[in-house]
């Protein structure tokens, strides 16, 4: 439920009148999150949960609320807002204020977000990379050290490694796939490098990796950072873009933060840029004051958008996780194609299949293609594809195709490429919504102009 006051109806300084205009007042409902015994899916509540439109007018779907700040009912309730917001009142902010901070677009679709991870809270982002920068930059300090696993999306190395870098952070990596004693050894480490300086900041994780999908084992980092640090040890966050929320929920295997590109699946649509980051109010609180001082948060539009797309969030990520099924299955066995990076293919038996079956519920719609040949085949397979277009990104409606090394990953220095596997024969592809067999189809007729 909105923690704003004109949606909870809980707040006295405001009354449904306010926002009825001159229709006759009518209460807003109680939410319904259970019939019976039974709780509410989230497929279920994301065409409900957190807006009443008995409070806009019985307008069925939200309005877009488009200003930049918030009246007051008196001056008494200015001050008790103020003293939410700075934190001299615990609690947090009671209503709206300035919409550097909040509005009620962004407020529904936190709570909608939240429900997917069954998180206390959620926040959003203007950007995938201002919702990162924002959880970096709430938790990291001058002389402290980020732990991380590799490797992580570029631009989040590039702030990791070079940006925070100017503030004297310094950081170590783990590869994705590292074992216990490996990461064992680097959180001891990491903790005689911080020694004088600073503290070990954040434990930072992607999982499935880009572009190897090779996925970090949650519940073991979670163990070893609470043998090496206690009950107070860095936060564990993770970027869930690839595989959430859907397909995996890594605050149900022990991460404290789970941060998203909203722009990916769950806008789903290739028609927007944001982000997200869900975990306990604890958690988030620092996070949150961060956005409000920097002022990260996404636009009301934005937010709107986003919660049209996460009433079909489910539908669309099952028919692509469907669909790239169907591909790959295709893909796997045909004469022109050396091998295939996909999560459903995991060898029975080793260490990431058995991190798949803990934390995964379905093998996402984004994988890698390894043509047989190099850079020269696989541009002439990338452009014979007649429905899949050719462009970076992932999770949309629409199949698309791109090459790493060529394109993404182009200024990976060569020996970085080869240890992380991204080859010239290597095409990524992200499956969308479409007819299977005409995908297959398609991959079919363009892998014989190979
Ligand atoms: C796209 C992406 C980001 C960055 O998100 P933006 O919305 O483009 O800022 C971060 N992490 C991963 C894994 C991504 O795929």
């Known amino acids: 439920m909105a923690d704003t006051p004109e949606q909870s109806g809980d707040n006295p300084d405001s009354t449904p009148a306010d926002f009825a205009g001159t229709t006759p007042r009518r209460k807003p409902k109680p939410e319904i999150e259970k019939i019976g015994n039974r709780k509410l899916k989230p497929a279920t509540l994301m065409m409900g949960h957190g807006y009443d439109p008995v409070l806009s007018e019985g307008s069925l779907k939200p309005p877009i609320f488009l200003t930049s700040t918030f009246a007051f009912e008196n001056a008494a309730a200015g001050k008790r807002h103020f003293e939410g917001i700075t934190g001299k009142r615990p609690g947090g902010a009671e209503g709206l204020v300035y919409s550097r901070f909040n509005g009620p677009n962004q407020e529904i679709c936190e709570d909608r977000l939240s429900v997917w991870e069954e998180a206390e809270e959620a926040l959003v982002f203007s950007s995938g990379m201002s919702a990162i920068a924002t ?222 079956d803990r934390h995964c519920s379905g093998a996402g719609s984004t994988f890698s293609v390894f043509i047989k040949g190099g850079e020269e085949e696989s541009f002439r397979f990338l452009d014979a594809l007649k429905i899949a277009k050719l462009a970076v990104s992932l999770g949309g409606t629409e199949t698309l195709a791109s090459h790493p090394a060529a394109m993404t990953h182009l200024s990976v220095p060569d020996d970085r490429k080869a240890a992380l596997g991204i080859t010239d024969n290597l095409v990524r592809v992200s499956i969308g919504v479409e007819d299977a067999d005409d995908l297959i189809a398609d991959f079919m007729q363009a892998l014989e102009q190979v």
């Open 135 to 356: 959880v970096l930059l709430a938790n990291v300090n001058q002389g402290d050290v980020v732990v991380h696993s590799g490797p992580l999306y570029a631009a989040t190395e590039t702030l990791i490694n070079r940006v925070l870098g100017r503030f004297g952070v310094t950081f170590l990596d783990f590869p994705a796939g590292a074992s216990r004693e490996e990461v064992d050894t680097l959180l001891e480490k990491a903790k005689t490098m911080a020694t004088g300086s600073g503290k070990v900041a954040i434990v930072y994780l992607e999982s499935p990796a880009n572009p190897t999908n090779a996925l970090v084992d949650i519940e073991m980092v979670r163990e070893a950072r609470d043998a090496a640090f206690g009950a107070d040890g860095p936060p564990i966050a993770m970027d869930n873009t690839f595989l959430g929320p859907l397909w995996q929920q890594p605050l149900k295997h022990g991460a404290d933060i789970s941060i998203y590109s909203l722009t990916k699946y769950v806008g789903g649509h290739s028609d927007l840029v944001a982000g997200g980051v869900m975990g306990s109010k604890a958690h988030l609180d620092p996070i949150r004051a961060m956005r409000n001082t920097i002022g990260t948060i996404t636009d009301p539009n934005t937010a709107w958008m986003l919660l049209r797309s996460l009433e079909t969030v489910e539908l669309r990520m099952t028919r692509a996780g469907e669909n790239a099924e169907k591909v790959c299955a295709f893909l796997r066995d045909h004469p022109k194609v050396e091998g295939l990076g996909y999560l459903g293919f995991l060898e029975e038996g080793s260490s990431q299949r058995d991190i798949y």
